[in-house]
């Protein structure tokens, strides 16, 4: 795995354990800032090929996929 890979994939699990960590603490502002982060990295994964299938909980998916719809209304 290279170097960038390496750190998108360290990236977005920090970025999925600080928003539950955050939902936890009653601060679902603060994650859905971290859900923003992880949807970015989650992006720009996509754009590389990086694979991210295994590193996200299907939970935290369903969230990603709920704020994208938010904002599109």
Request: hydrophobic share 40%; no cysteine; proline share 1%.
């Amino acid at each position: 795995m290279s170097e960038f890979a390496s750190e998108l994939h360290r990236g977005i699990l920090e970025a999925q354990q600080a928003a539950q960590g955050a939902l936890d603490t009653g601060h679902p502002y603060e994650a859905y800032l971290y859900r923003a982060r992880l949807a970015d990295l989650l992006e720009m994964a996509g754009r590389h090929g990086v694979d991210t299938s295994a590193l996200v909980d299907a939970g935290v998916r369903e969230e990603l996929a709920e704020d994208e719809a938010a904002l599109r209304e």
